[in-house]
């Protein structure tokens, strides 16, 4: 069974610019999770998919970052403009369905992103 | 709310010997999941293994145990014959029914060396 997969596995860009990141859930998986991991930290959750629909947005900064998931399959997230501060990994996750049951999430590789 | 203390920023253990590394959870809920996590350098979080707060047995998967105190709030992880390959950062992580989304809370991680 693949794993989910995620591209790019590296970007570097400059302040201000824009930048996008894709992930492919592990098949039949309902749930999909995007976490930023900043250097020396636990992953934090930025956005939590249930199908096509956002379960939980609360840590996203909306006035920069966007992400979508339209057929419930592929994701992709977004940071418009991009600051200093947003150099980290960002890792995509996915459950078979985040209501009840153990709900173990997968993660991919995994995007470093670097802000000049 | 909640939340993952691991107090060990960097461990070293000896080829084929035992280690623990600690975690402690804070949570005021009765109904929780505690996660190990294995992120070598490449970056992928591995899943390793999963506790319920209301299983009675400590969870095992292969050289990887579980240490469930519940009372003292701890999940330590005990990994049995290191080897070279278990050199990576371990998370510990935590999903409770607090915000039913089956968001992960992680802890800071304890980076593992194995010596041969």
Redesign the interface.
Same mark, same amino acid.
């Given at each position: 069974e693949a794993g989910v997969a995620q591209s790019p596995r590296y970007k570097i860009i400059e302040k201000r610019q824009s930048v996008a990141f894709w992930c492919n859930p592990i098949s039949g998986h309902a749930t999909l999770y995007w976490y930023q991991q900043i250097l020396g930290q636990g992953p934090k959750l930025l956005i939590q998919f249930q199908n096509n629909g956002v379960v939980d947005d609360s840590q996203l900064p909306k006035d920069r970052f966007s992400a979508e998931r339209l057929k419930g399959v592929d994701s992709t997230l977004k940071i418009q403009p991009a600051k200093l501060e947003d150099s980290a990994v960002y890792l995509c996750a996915s459950s078979l369905d985040f209501r009840g049951g153990t709900q173990t999430q997968y993660f991919g590789p995994g995007t470093r992103l670097l802000v000049l | 709310a909640q939340k993952?203390t691991q107090t060990q920023p960097g461990m070293f253990v000896q080829e084929k010997e035992a280690v623990t590394l600690d975690c402690t959870y804070d949570t005021s809920d009765q109904s929780y999941?505690l =996660?190990w996590?294995k992120q070598p350098s490449? *970056?992928?979080?591995? =899943?390793l293994i999963?506790q319920?707060s209301y299983d009675e047995q400590n969870a095992t998967e292969g050289r990887y145990s579980l240490n469930f105190q519940k009372a003292r709030k701890s999940a330590n992880l005990v990994i049995s014959a290191s080897q070279l390959g278990d050199s990576a950062m371990y =998370?510990c992580?935590m999903?409770g029914p607090t915000?039913n989304?089956?968001?992960?809370i992680? *802890?800071? *991680?304890t980076t593992l060396q194995v010596k041969p």
């Amino acid at each position: 069974e693949a794993g989910v997969a995620q591209s790019p596995r590296y970007k570097i860009i400059e302040k201000r610019q824009s930048v996008a990141f894709w992930c492919n859930p592990i098949s039949g998986h309902a749930t999909l999770y995007w976490y930023q991991q900043i250097l020396g930290q636990g992953p934090k959750l930025l956005i939590q998919f249930q199908n096509n629909g956002v379960v939980d947005d609360s840590q996203l900064p909306k006035d920069r970052f966007s992400a979508e998931r339209l057929k419930g399959v592929d994701s992709t997230l977004k940071i418009q403009p991009a600051k200093l501060e947003d150099s980290a990994v960002y890792l995509c996750a996915s459950s078979l369905d985040f209501r009840g049951g153990t709900q173990t999430q997968y993660f991919g590789p995994g995007t470093r992103l670097l802000v000049l | 709310a909640q939340k993952i203390t691991q107090t060990q920023p960097g461990m070293f253990v000896q080829e084929k010997e035992a280690v623990t590394l600690d975690c402690t959870y804070d949570t005021s809920d009765q109904s929780y999941g505690l =996660f190990w996590y294995k992120q070598p350098s490449s *970056g992928e979080m591995i =899943f390793l293994i999963y506790q319920g707060s209301y299983d009675e047995q400590n969870a095992t998967e292969g050289r990887y145990s579980l240490n469930f105190q519940k009372a003292r709030k701890s999940a330590n992880l005990v990994i049995s014959a290191s080897q070279l390959g278990d050199s990576a950062m371990y =998370f510990c992580a935590m999903r409770g029914p607090t915000s039913n989304t089956g968001k992960l809370i992680f *802890g800071q *991680g304890t980076t593992l060396q194995v010596k041969p």
